[in-house]
Each structure stands twice: as structure tokens, then as C-alpha cells.
């Protein structure tokens, strides 16, 4: 008997791509479905509903690329990686550059969704961009995501825009209800706002890359979301924000900065409203979200999203407004 993940048939592969990256997915067996639902097979357990029973045991290869690499270089190269389209992103260290090309080309062979391979250098500059660097595959890094049943077209190289965020994404949309009033703050090229404004709320979306621009109104049409659903500001957030009106759900999704601008923004949020605030924190750093906020605001909920470097990691807080002397409404 093993622990496995439940989740609805139609997040399966959302929740694939979730554990593993995370080391969670137990290769030894088959995922299980069952009425609408699959069970993925655990190593250890993660945050949702767990069953427990019987696994299925697996005869096929395992999806580790590292398999089909050398043995002096199996320990070198990086377990997970990300996946945006059909290009695949890694991270490696500078003792393991001179074997770029051999992982590539085991990355390929093992994953065979994936057409390019690129090394990712890091998120640099004003607009939080990944250097990148193709190592296997023709040039160029346009490319369609497709997650929770929408796609997402843009040039990664130009733009903000991170795979493994695709089941909060799902959280949140499954939280939201229709007509809310959404900021999305440092919307990017939209994945939260297209979800929210498909459901029936009213986004505002800003960002002050003018290529997250571009391929945002891109998004939107690219899945069918009526231009009167959305508004983009093409923007930094405090200079547009006195004239925004309140909100009933703010996402915060800038996680090296996203703190400095929590007290600013948290003004805009209309009493019973949700901040959704991610940011990277240090593993060993015990982080008071309240100290950055006044009293009459409480975090509810809070969870490691995933591991960020070593050292640290991508942490989400939802936090709520649940009182205020004088209440604001939109007009």
C-alpha cells in the first residue's frame, strides 16, 4: 500500500509536472485513474488529498534523462528542469557546462515533447527576464505553454513567465467567483488574469515590459476572452496605482520584490478582499507576514510553492482584509 495524490482528471498533467519537480512522483508505479480522477503514486506526501492503496507497478523505463547519461556524468547534471512548450530549461553548474550537449541530447531522447534545450543563466533586470542560452534545437524561444486548458504563446527570452506556478494558478481560479474585481499586479504576460477573466471577473492587468504587452493581448485572444473582460496598463504598479479604483483579489506575483510593495498596494484591497503575495524566502528565515501589514489585515493561508535555489524558496501567503473603519467600495 502507497500514498498517492488525487486530483481531477482534467489537472492531471499539471500535477505530473508539480511532483516531478518536486522528487514526489514515484516511478516504480503507474498513475491510477479512477471516476474522473487520477491518482499519481507518491514518495513522500504533499499538500492535498492523499489516498492510500494498492500501486500499480511499472515496467517501463524511467523518464529520468540522467539514465541515459554517463555514469561520471549522471551525479553532475540537475535532476528537474522546466518545461515551457516545447523547449526545455535547465540550470547547470560550471562544472557540469562542458557536458551541456550530452545532457541536451539525453533530455530529448527521454522527453520526446520537447524539440529545443536551453541553459537558464537566471532572472535578471528591471523586468525579471531569464537569460538563456540554446544549446540544442533550432534558434528562437517562442513557444505555446498549454496548462489547466489554456495556452499561452510568448517569447520566454522577453518576457516573465514561470511553468511551475501552473497549479496556483489552478488554486486560484478555483477559488475565485465570478464578477470579482482582480489587480493582477505584475501580470506579465497574463496566465492569471486570462484563468480569472474566463471565469467572469473583471481584470486589471499591469506590467511595464511593453513585450509583456504584446503578448498578453496575444493570450487573450488566443483564448477567446472578450476585450471588455480586461484592462492592461503597460505601467510600473505605483505609478498608475492612485488612480485605480479597489479590488476584491490582488496578485502580487513579483517574488523579489513583491514585499516592498505589499503596504502600497494593500491599500487597493476592499474589505473580506485576498492578497495572493509570492515571494522567496530563505529556508531558515521565519518570515511574519503581518509585521509588513497593518492590523486589520490577517494571512490565512501559506505554503512553500516550490524550492527556489538551495537555499531558499517560492512562498505564497494569501492574506485578507477583515475589517476597516471606513469602507471603500468601486463605484
Known amino acids: 500500500m502507497i500514498k498517492h495524490l488525487k486530483v481531477l482528471e482534467r489537472n492531471a498533467q499539471d500535477a505530473r509536472l508539480f511532483l516531478e519537480k ?80 550530452i545532457i541536451a541530447k539525453a533530455l530529448l531522447e527521454s522527453h520526446l515533447n520537447l524539440k529545443k534545450v536551453a541553459i537558464d543563466k537566471g532572472v535578471k533586470g528591471e523586468y525579471r527576464i531569464r537569460q538563456l542560452q540554446m544549446i540544442m534545437g533550432e534558434p528562437g524561444f517562442v513557444s505555446v505553454h498549454r496548462e489547466n486548458g489554456f495556452e499561452f504563446k510568448l517569447d520566454i527570452s522577453k518576457v516573465y513567465f514561470s511553468p511551475r506556478l501552473s497549479m496556483e494558478r489552478s488554486r486560484i481560479y478555483e477559488m475565485s467567483e465570478s464578477r470579482e474585481e482582480v489587480l493582477d499586479a505584475f501580470a506579465g504576460v497574463c496566465p492569471f488574469s486570462v484563468s480569472l477573466a474566463s471565469k467572469g471577473c473583471k481584470v486589471t492587468a499591469v506590467d511595464s515590459n511593453p513585450d509583456s504587452e504584446f503578448w498578453a493581448h496575444e493570450n487573450f485572444r488566443r483564448n477567446k476572452i472578450l476585450k471588455s473582460s480586461y484592462d492592461f496598463l503597460c505601467s510600473k504598479i505605483e505609478e498608475v496605482l492612485p488612480e485605480l479604483k479597489f479590488y476584491d483579489r490582488i496578485i502580487m506575483n513579483s517574488p523579489t520584490t513583491s514585499l516592498n510593495y505589499l503596504q502600497l498596494i494593500s491599500s487597493k484591497l476592499n474589505v473580506g478582499g485576498v492578497i495572493h503575495l509570492y515571494t522567496i524566502i530563505e529556508n531558515d ?26 537555499s531558499s524558496s517560492l512562498v505564497v501567503f494569501d492574506i485578507v482584509k477583515v475589517k476597516n473603519n471606513v469602507q471603500k467600495t468601486n463605484q
Open 285 to 310: 528565515i521565519n518570515l511574519r507576514i503581518g509585521d509588513y501589514l497593518p492590523s486589520n489585515f490577517s494571512c490565512v493561508f501559506e505554503r512553500v510553492v516550490h524550492p527556489y535555489s538551495p
Open 22 to 101: 518536486s522528487n514526489a512522483l514515484n516511478e516504480d508505479f503507474l498513475p491510477i485513474k479512477k471516476e474522473g480522477y487520477i491518482l499519481w503514486p507518491l514518495n513522500f506526501e504533499v499538500k492535498g488529498e492523499i489516498v492510500v492503496c494498492e500501486g500499480v507497478e511499472s515496467k517501463r523505463n524511467s523518464r529520468d534523462y540522467r539514465q541515459l547519461l554517463p555514469s561520471e556524468i549522471r551525479g553532475l547534471a540537475p535532476r528537474s528542469f522546466d518545461i515551457f512548450g516545447d523547449i526545455g530549461i535547465i540550470r547547470i553548474s560550471d562544472e557540469c557546462l562542458e557536458y551541456s550537449k
